[in-house]
């Protein structure tokens, strides 16, 4: 058996949408209903779909290359971590064996002073390396975005100079 539909959601038989009950439907007491407005927007011209949406594509095409510029820099990082952290494993091994072949005494020491020294410097080294990678690849990035976003300004104010007055 179907449920018949309240009153409300009926619109035959919805009171307020009875220009007798509802003075806003009634096109005599609300101006607006016989009101012309085509000749309010005489003159109007429709934005320039196809300049927004390649406005739109520039900032989509923008994101994308500043995206991968990250990514490349990320990427080029772990490369170089990588890299690093092989060099570091070889020189440990490779002192680890000059040790174990020696017994230490007062000479022997500083030379193993001067190789953690070595090893210091060579672990800053890196670090700033790595920083100075990473610094770069964002700053790239940036430029990628902010160049769009400088173009994105001068596309807009000629597209407002050339707006009626």
């Known amino acids: 058996m179907a449920k018949k539909p309240s009153s409300a959601f ?61 990514a490349e820099g990320v990427q080029a990082v772990f490369q170089r971590q990588s890299e690093i952290l092989k060099n570091t494993m070889d020189e440990a091994n490779a002192a680890l064996q000059e040790l174990q072949g020696k017994s230490v005494g007062a000479p022997d020491a500083s030379a193993q002073i001067d190789q953690v020294k070595s090893t210091i410097e060579s672990a800053v080294s890196n670090m700033r390396e790595l920083s100075e990678m990473m610094a770069k690849s964002q700053a790239e990035a940036f430029d990628i975005v902010n160049k769009r976003f400088v173009e994105s300004l001068d596309e807009l104010k000629d597209t407002l100079s050339k707006l009626p007055k």
């Open 10 to 70: 009926d619109p035959l038989n919805n009171p307020f949408l009875d220009p007798k009950n509802n003075p806003f439907l009634d096109p005599e007491k609300n101006p607006f209903l016989k009101a012309d407005f085509t000749k309010y927007f005489q003159g109007v011209e429709a934005p320039d779909l196809k300049g927004i949406t390649d406005a739109q594509r520039k900032n989509m095409e923008a994101l994308s290359a500043a995206n991968k510029t990250a």
